[in-house]
C-alpha cells in the first residue's frame, strides 16, 4: 500500500475544519433564532402590557385632575 500524500491529509483536516464551521455557523443561526423569538413572544409583549398600564394610569389621572377639555390635551 503506498503512503498517504500529504495533501490528502490536508484535505482531511481543511474538510473537518469546514465541517466544524458550518455545525458552529447553524448553531450560531439557531441560536439568533430563539433569541428572537423569546424577544418577540415574550419581553416585547410584557414590556408593551407594562407600558400600556403605565400609560392609562397617568392618563386617567390627569383626566381626574384637569377633566376632558384642552388642558387635558395641550397643557
Known sequence: M???SEASIDDLS?????????LAQQEWEETVQ????LVS??????FGKY???RW???AYTRYLRV???KAFFWS
Do not use: K
Open 14 to 22: 481543511t474538510y473537518d475544519s469546514d465541517e466544524e464551521y458550518r
Open 51 to 53: 407600558l400600556g398600564r
Open 67 to 69: 377633566g376632558l377639555g
Open 34 to 37: 430563539q433569541l428572537h423569538l
Open 41 to 46: 413572544v415574550v419581553i416585547l409583549p410584557f
Open 2 to 4: 503506498p503512503p498517504r
Open 56 to 58: 392609562s394610569q397617568w
